[in-house]
């Protein structure tokens, strides 16, 4: 769709690219992320107001290394390059990049040596500011028409301006909240270089998409997957204001949600909302599935295959669906997108990507494509949806199979449900729930010895995680305060048989990530 008050983003493969599309829009500007060989296409359809070129792992010195389209180049709108973007715009502009012997990583201090649109109301000439490198090129002669706007030990080029043709670049990273200004640096291209107003909202989004949606589904008919997750039931509420009755809901229940999630999820469905509703018992399929199985890629891959193989079902039931809606979000889209010429490594497989088996001869219905976590929330209170409930930590769609390291059974999904309430419930009578991004707990295949009055025990050892985070991307271990973790132990080993051991879990992401697997 055309969509010309945006800014598109071309990915060359860096592992924070969304976070670019981020900072666009937290600065009231929609923006979309396209892999640099469908560039070409994207720019022609979207009809952008501007371009951000991305970092990548290529090198530019490199033969075959990618490009940005000539398109982008001739077009003659406003351009700004981060890291490997900054690297191909001089090259293919005339300038010059060379490999670098070292590289820079992390932290790093520039020095601003002139103004430019990106500093208006932010930095002045003379200030030295905190930024994120990372690179292993640099640029060592700039193209025609560029003059250097900021300086650093490492990059003498670490901001370039070519403010006749509004074509900015940088050596550093500015969407990681490690370059503390930079989300202000991104606003400014957005606002005072391209000259967009920044009102882009939710309310727009809604009806924009409402009208999507029907244009789309027509009067077919159409099966919304829900798992249980706010992102499900926030794709749900939206397609059935698009077209009411003419969407079925089908919950699965795998057997590996939380204690209570089927019961609210029917409940907020059929009774608040009088939605259309079959919710099928698949915990047999899922359990028997899941025997034996250990590598965590597999598991998801059984779960993602399974779900799909209870919706066909269903819809051969139903009869007349030809469309199957899901809640994939922006996040799931990019991450595990695998670029050809300079990966993007696919860390994990998220159960809810990869699209219908040609078999199922269903069209995909996914409404929340574009947005990002915190922008569904907003959705979903925009539609109404109770607090408590869009307020509540992502879940996984894999749910507590990979929260069980090793194989899952009912047994080890009973044990670990009774643990994750118990430490949920006292997440939240500590009042800290909203101060915590996600928190659960991880039931390990590791037993230890015990003892519990005079006996020995020999029982599973379960690990606590809760961590801070922004997006997801990155996270931060949550420090509890004084006593809560003694007690939240000392329930969960007398009130859970199976448990006799409890250990807290400090990685951050990276190196860590946020599930287990
Ligand atoms: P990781 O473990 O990759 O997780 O640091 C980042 C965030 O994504 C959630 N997650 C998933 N969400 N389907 C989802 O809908 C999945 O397959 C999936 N795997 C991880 C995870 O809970 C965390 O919030």
Known sequence: MEHPDSILIVDFGSQVTQLIARRVREAGVYSEVVPFQSAEAA????????????????SVVDAGSPRIPQAILDSGLPMLGICYGQQALTEQLGGKVEKGDSGEFGEAFITVEDGCALFDGLWAQGERHQVWMSHGDKVTALAPGFRVVATSPGAPYAIIANDERRVYAMQFHPEVVHT????????????????????WTMAEFREAKIAEIREQVGSGRVICGLSGGVDSSVAALLI??????????????????????????????????NIPLVHVDAQEQFMGGLAGVTDPEAKRKFIGKTFIDVFEAEAKKIGGAEFL???TLYPDVIESVSFTGGPSV?????????????RMNMKLVEPLRELFKDEVRALGRELGLPDVFVGRHPFPGPGLAIRIPGEVTKERC??????DAIYLEEIRNAGLYDAIWQAFAVLLPVRSVGVMGD??????????RAVTSVDGMTAQAFDFPGDFLPRVTTRIINEVKGINRVVYDYTSKPPGTIEWE
């Open 43 to 58: 720019f022609a359809r979207i009809k952008p107001a501007a371009v951000i070129l991305s970092g990548g792992p290529a």
């Open 180 to 199: 503390p200004d930079g989300a202000k640096l991104i606003a400014n291209f957005a606002r005072h270089v391209v000259g967009l107003t920044g009102d």
């Open 240 to 273: 059935h204001e698009a077209i009411g009755d003419q969407l079925t809901c089908v919950f699965v229940d795998g057997g590996i949600l939380r204690q209570g999630e089927a019961e609210q999820v029917v409940s907020l469905f059929r009774g608040h909302y």
């Open 325 to 327: 809606a899901q809640g």
């Open 346 to 358: 696919t860390i994990k497989s998220h159960h809810n990507v990869g699209g219908l088996p040609e």
């Open 414 to 419: 009973d044990i670990l449900r009774k643990a």
């Open 455 to 464: 006996g020995r025990t020999y029982d599973s050892v379960l690990a606590l």
